[in-house]
């Protein structure tokens, strides 16, 4: 089970989220994986020696927040700290790529399925509603056939992103034709609604990872607990350790306080 904690600062509003993420090394791709501990989740470490937590801290010189990889050195005593260092850098220079690697792609990908612009258009009996049928039970068989007489669905898709496709009656417009293109331009209209989603949702996602700077430390927690600080991967200034209502918020020394609890699992 995981718990996120968000910290708020009393008096600069600085707020942080604790990601409560732990990693482990995967020897095959040569890449470090970040997982957050839940059922579904349990045991995927296993296969691996070199795990650890990652705890946040963040750098105002630098304006960066920092993960540093604390390595648990209990499964690896084969290697000493700077080859785990090593190892642990290479692979979160992996994931990196792999990451912006899968952005470009997909986005790319995204944008020659917009330029296809691929749709399908199909003639369907008429849907009916809930409300429809109940209307259509009370009626005599004479009655029900005048009902339904020419009436007709046009369906329009865009094919390859779901839920890009629009329903419309063709009695409801002056001819077959008008009601295609009604069906069109506003199955369209969900198609780059949903395309630009998609490619903003895939570039925050790559942003997010990029607001990072990474530290590694080869560590034992119960020899480090009187060590408060590390130092900024980038500049060199002492940041907290932590974000957490334990320490002075990392922007202003101001007192920091938890404002939001969620428990996943
Ligand atoms: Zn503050
Ligand atoms: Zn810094």
């Known amino acids: 089970m995981a718990v996120h904690e968000t910290y708020t600062c009393q008096d600069c509003g600085f707020e942080f989220t604790d990601g409560d993420e732990n990693f482990f090394y995967n020897p095959d791709t040569h890449e470090i994986v970040v997982f957050v501990l839940l059922f579904s989740t349990v045991g995927i470490s296993d296969g691996s020696k070199i795990k650890g937590h990652i705890f946040e801290s963040y750098c105002k010189h630098c304006d960066k927040f920092i993960k540093t990889f604390y390595i648990d050195t209990t499964d690896c005593p084969q290697y000493n700290s700077e080859e785990i260092i090593d190892i642990v850098k290479t692979g979160i220079k992996n994931s990196l790529k792999k990451i912006k690697n899968e952005t470009i792609t997909k986005i790319n990908e995204i944008n020659e399925i917009k330029s296809r612009k ?148």
């Open 118 to 265: 691929k749709y399908t258009i199909e003639k369907k009996p008429y849907f009916m509603t809930a409300d429809t049928m109940n209307h259509l039970a009370e009626l005599s068989q004479e009655e029900q056939e005048m009902f339904l007489e020419g009436k007709e669905d046009i369906y329009v898709n865009f094919i390859e992103l779901e839920d890009c496709d629009y329903r419309a009656n063709i009695q409801d417009f002056d001819s077959e034709k008008e009601a295609i293109e009604y069906c069109k331009s506003q199955a369209y209209r969900k198609f780059v609604t949903k395309i630009n989603h998609e490619i903003l949702w895939r570039r925050d996602y790559l942003k997010k990872e990029l607001k990072y700077i990474y530290h590694v430390d080869y560590w034992n927690f119960k020899e480090n607990t009187d060590i408060d600080t590390i130092s900024c991967p980038k500049c060199g200034n002492e940041v907290y350790k932590f974000i957490n209502a334990d320490y002075p918020c990392p922007k202003c020394e101001g007192k920091l306080i938890i404002t939001h609890t969620i428990c996943a699992d």
